[in-house]
């Protein structure tokens, strides 16, 4: 087994002997300086904690030295290559993190976030780079979970992981199973060690595939050197949430090691035998959780939107559906076909394990292309989004007050009008709010444009090259009109046609069926970047191909 399988391990470098090969080691490094420790020499996994600075320089870098943040989270990640498990700054809802005392907001975090797990990415493009834990039981900047909400929530497409923390109230092993709860107003959440799950349930389904480290558990009272069971009952907790639930745990770090502040365990040597004992227990996260696997009619990777386009010419995806019903996410956009990738993946194992639909045809539209996830032939459950005759669309965002707009607008008018083309029946086009009027979904802003949607959607669908060969009196006025379309002036007649074009009238060239000829739209506006040349006119269709590619697999036909 490798030492990351195990959930055991120590927050700082200098206790990995007591579970060697078995865990994690957090180092933490304050990229202010540039002398920095690295990981441990020890075979465990190390996590780098990637801090500005520490009270009162901030975990995060004030804004003018942001830049010089991430590029220096760059630097260690090209400095030390063996470190594939970052997570960048530290608590940052609490004010002894603050830089100078200024307070971080969620989109401050997340805006230096994404600067530097970017630049780690570009060192290290395999490094799994983690949002900071949220100090638990703090309000200085609110609610603490709803902070840890709207970061996960800025971050959606940018993360890799997830780090969190947990403490008990007492040294008394009992209070690790505690159920107490916060006072008033915050009485919903846990008081105690259990705070863990309060942030585990506040993961967005769509994030609920990431890997989740609690990078710092301790008693919060100092460490006092007894062996009374406090650390093996925490990591048997840790254990059963783990064998309940899907997503994974896949460390516990007990804090701390290094002799910084009261919690230090060097020299505690009953605290340190109760943490072998635990380790004995061998506990490792779950990997075996089955696969969702992909289903027939699955169309491959997440792609752009003209690749999707071409896909559903040979493929059944689109031909039964008659509905397609619009969501927004409530999550972040993503700006990139890998990222898409991954949360399509997500969302295909919430809506299998959490939902417990079996199929479904669904998908994501991002300002960069389409997801797919999950596939044909669901049976009607729920509000009836799983059948094969519906398409649920989650536009990537959240469109309470503003709707979608520039690139993931037009990617969602293109994707409805190819679905609509390839139809074999009349598709209409639905919300989530038609089927639960008091849903915020799919958001008051995106529902107003919803007729626009459908205006722009039916206008997309008359194919160019037909507008312009509405009624030609003959063929030679057809070539006519099609060379002019792409800027062709002075066209003779006759003089543009091959030999191939001229033998038997042209009507050797292959003759695709009419369903195809529906297809080609966007093959004709991408074709148009050439030269369109109409070689033979039909009763009912219209072949064409690009000028200076004559062979007749090149040939095309449009409905007349």
């Known amino acids: 087994m490798a030492a990351s399988d195990y959930i055991y391990g120590l ?7 007591l579970y060697q090969g078995r865990g994690y080691t957090l180092v933490s490094e304050e990229l202010r300086h540039t002398d920095w420790q690295g990981p441990p020499s020890a075979d465990t996994e190390t996590i780098a904690r990637l801090n500005w600075g520490y009270y009162p320089n901030g975990t995060i870098a004030p804004d003018d030295q942001m830049g010089t943040f991430a590029t220096r989270c760059g630097e260690y990640a090209r400095r030390f290559p063996l470190v594939n498990i970052y997570t960048i700054g530290n608590e940052a809802n609490k004010r002894s993190e ?35 834990a949220v100090a638990p039981w703090n309000i200085e900047s609110g609610d603490c979970i709803r902070y840890f909400e709207q970061v996960l929530t800025l971050l959606a497409g940018d993360l890799d992981g997830i780090t969190i923390h947990a403490y008990a109230r007492t040294p008394n092993p009992a209070d690790i199973t505690s159920e107490a709860r916060w006072a008033a107003p915050y009485g919903h959440w846990h008081a105690g060690f259990r705070c863990y799950q309060d942030f ?4 967005p389904e769509s994030l609920r595939h990431l890997p989740v480290y609690l990078t710092e558990m301790n008693q919060n009272a100092a460490w006092v050197d007894v062996d009374n069971g406090w650390v093996s009952t925490a990591y048997d907790e840790i254990n059963r949430w783990n064998q309940e639930n899907a997503q994974q745990i896949r460390c516990a770090l ?19 035998a109760d943490f072998r004992r635990a380790v004995e227990r061998g506990y490792q996260w779950r990997q075996n959780i089955p696969s969702t696997g992909r289903m027939a009619g699955y169309l491959g990777h997440a792609m752009t939107v003209a690749a999707f386009d071409e896909k559903l010419a040979a493929s059944d995806f689109a031909k039964e559906i008659t509905e397609i019903i619009l969501h927004h996410s409530a999550t972040r956009d993503c700006d990139s076909l890998p990222v898409l ?13 959490t939902l417990g639909w079996t199929e479904g045809v669904c998908g994501l539209i991002s300002q960069c292309g389409f997801g797919q996830f999950m596939a ?20 990537l965002g ?55 949607l459908i205006q722009e959607i039916e206008a997309s669908m008359v194919d160019p090259l037909i507008g312009y060969l509405e009624s030609p009196d003959t063929i030679e006025e057809a070539r006519r009109i099609a060379y002019e379309a792409v800027g062709i002036t002075g066209y003779i007649k006759g003089s543009a046609l091959t030999k191939a074009a001229r033998e038997d009238g042209g009507h050797h060239f292959w003759r695709y069926g009419a369903g195809v000829g529906r297809a080609i739209s966007n093959e004709c506006k991408r074709a148009w970047k050439d030269r369109i040349l109409i070689v033979q006119g039909f009763e009912d269709a219209i072949a064409y191909c690009v000028e200076g590619h004559y062979d007749p697999s090149q040939v095309r036909l449009v409905d007349w």
């Open 11 to 17: 927050h700082d470098r200098g206790g990995e002997h």
């Open 98 to 132: 603050w830089p100078n005392g200024k307070a971080i907001t969620p989109l401050d975090y997340a805006e230096c976030f994404v600067l530097c797990r970017d630049a780690i990415k570009r060192a290290n493009p395999n490094a799994i780079v983690c949002m900071g």
């Open 200 to 203: 585990m349930r506040a993961i």
């Open 254 to 272: 007990l804090y701390r090691w290094l002799k910084h502040d009261q919690w230090a365990i060097d020299g505690k040597g009953r605290v340190q």
């Open 341 to 353: 990738d991954r949360m399509m993946d997500s969302w295909e194992y919430y809506w299998r394990t």
């Open 376 to 395: 044909l032939g669901a049976p009607n459950r729920g509000a009836g989004f799983a059948s094969k005759t519906r398409l649920n669309l989650e536009v």
């Open 398 to 452: 959240t469109f309470t007050t503003i709707p979608p707009t520039g690139t993931q607008w037009a990617n969602l008018v293109q994707v409805c009008a190819a679905i609509k083309r390839h139809a074999q029946h009349d598709v209409t086009i639905t919300t989530h709010r038609d089927y639960n009027p008091s849903t915020q979904c799919p958001g008051d802003a995106f529902l107003a444009k919803v007729p626009q």
